[in-house]
Nanobody, 114 residues
């Protein structure tokens, strides 16, 4: 099983990033997918999730400026981050979950700074 994140980088405040998670080795369409993030010295937190049937949930901190989507044919998940703020700086992780089975990617760094 592989979950590979891409799209992170260094951006200025108010700019946008599009993070992708490419998966292999799982029956993607059955899995709930999510993005988590972890900033230095802080706990990992949920950013957004999308269920197998497409229901979306967002953290309050990103609500209104973030969109999560999935492509079951391509077995990928995307997180569109807009109006980025310095407090969005963190390592972003892809997560796949089906009942008690869970997989994580290695993460992609997002840094928001002038």
């Amino acid at each position: 099983v592989q979950l590979v994140e891409s799209g992170g980088g260094l951006v200025q405040p108010d700019e946008s990033l599009r993070l992708s998670c490419a998966t292999s080795g799982i029956t993607f369409r059955f899995y709930a997918m999510a993005w988590y993030r972890q900033a230095p010295g802080k706990q990992r937190e949920l950013v957004a999730k999308i269920t197998a049937d497409g229901r979306r949930t967002y953290a309050h901190s990103v609500q209104g400026r973030t969109t999560i989507s999935r492509d079951n044919d391509k077995k990928t998940m995307v997180l569109q981050l807009n109006s980025l703020k310095p407090e969005d700086t963190a390592k972003y992780y892809c997560n796949a979950r089906l009942e008690s089975t869970e997989y994580w990617g290695q993460g992609t760094q997002v840094t928001v700074s002038l």
